[in-house]
């Protein structure tokens, strides 16, 4: 069985920083687009960053460019969201997800697999 397991959410002062790990198990996701998703209360789900098998090819929403940084670690099947200078308008639930080819895609709808989400909220 396949799945994708988030940690590294919490509360956290605007300014403040956290970083979010997605660990894979069940098989390795080798050749499969990483991605980060998050949806907050009343809101869609929507695109943060996604990270290419092919190339290293990395994709940020323009909300979070500058500020947010996409890895992943092949060897330990993990990706990871270093997320700096939060703002309040952050605070969602964040999904990490695995996408059904090796590209960068923003679209839901290409990734196939899904964590069960960590909450992050930000305070003013």
């Known amino acids: 069985q396949v799945e994708l397991v988030e940690s590294g959410g919490g509360l956290v002062l605007a300014g403040g920083s956290l970083r979010l790990s997605c660990a894979a198990s069940?098989?390795?996701?080798?050749?499969?687009?990483m991605g980060w998703f998050r949806q907050a209360p009343g809101k869609e789900r929507e695109f943060v960053a996604a990270?290419?098998?092919?190339?290293?090819?990395?994709h940020y929403a323009d909300s979070v460019k500058g500020r947010f940084t996409i890895s992943r670690d092949n060897a330990k099947n993990t990706v990871y969201l270093q997320m700096n200078s939060l703002k309040p308008e952050d605070t969602a639930v964040y999904y990490c997800?695995?996408?059904?080819?090796?590209?960068?895609?923003?679209?839901?709808?290409?990734?196939?697999?899904w964590g069960q989400g960590t909450q992050v909220t930000v305070s003013s």
């Open positions: 069940g098989r390795t996701f080798s050749g499969n687009g």
């Open positions: 997800a695995a996408q059904r080819g090796p590209l960068i895609s923003v679209v839901r709808g290409e990734y196939i697999y």
């Open positions: 990270h290419s098998w092919i190339g290293g090819h990395i």
